[in-house]
């Protein structure tokens, strides 16, 4: 008799401890999610500032050459939260054809209000572009003006205070228009032309599952 008790006397106990955690876990978990919504994160803005065109080339049959050194600014315009960049990988694409290889941006945290300045080199060298690609690009290029987009992908975390949150993917797209005839508002240096552009990009930020 007293060995039932003293089992029920345990039990009991073990629900008593079973149910405060829970019911902690549950007030945690609320303070957080209002924590969360009062402070709900903007967005960062994304500018490319400037491109520095060094190669751009097409040659027979359909091969296309375009190096470059971009300038892309970001600013936390957040007062109370963080941004970690745990990933982020910059490529230049024509008409949603990729032209260079991703430049992976070194992990970066950005503090409040933070201004954070990169300045990747892009790559792509004797790039099989699609045969009507290579029209296309041909007309543009006598035309004289040339749109590609400068992008960037890759994995964020918000953080507010201690607490960090889950990974966010965020898709960044500048578009940017390269002339070869004209007026233009390319600087030359040395063998390159660098253009100012102060371009603003479109972002777009999901929660990963």
């Known amino acids: 008799m007293a060995d039932d008790c003293g089992r029920h006397d345990k039990q ?7 149910v405060a955690i829970f019911g902690f876990l549950i007030v945690f978990a609320i303070v957080v999610f209002l924590v969360w919504a009062i402070l709900h994160p903007t967005q960062p803005h994304f500018i490319l500032q400037d491109v520095t065109i060094y190669a751009f080339n ?15 600014v970001s600013r936390n315009p957040n007062e109370r939260i963080g941004i970690y960049y745990h990933k982020l990988d910059v490529l230049a694409s024509y008409r949603n054809q990729q032209i ?64 960090i949150s889950g990974r966010y993917q965020i898709n960044i797209n500048c578009p940017v228009y390269i002339t070869f005839t004209g007026p233009t508002k390319a600087i030359q240096v040395g063998v390159a032309m660098k253009y100012q552009l102060v ?11």
């Open 12 to 18: 009991q106990l073990a629900k008593r401890v079973a």
């Open 58 to 72: 097409l040659t027979a049959p359909n091969y296309l050459t375009s190096n470059m050194q971009i300038t892309l």
């Open 100 to 163: 260079t290889l991703p430049t992976l941006i070194p992990r970066t945290y950005q503090g409040h209000q933070d201004v954070t300045v990169w300045s990747p080199l892009l790559y792509g060298n004797a790039v099989p572009v699609a045969p009507f690609l290579e029209v296309g690009l041909n007309q543009d290029m006598n035309a004289g003006m040339v749109l590609l987009n400068v992008k960037a992908f890759g994995q964020l975390k918000w953080k507010v205070g201690t607490w």
């Open 199 to 209: 371009q603003s990009c479109s972002v777009d930020i999901s929660l990963l599952n």
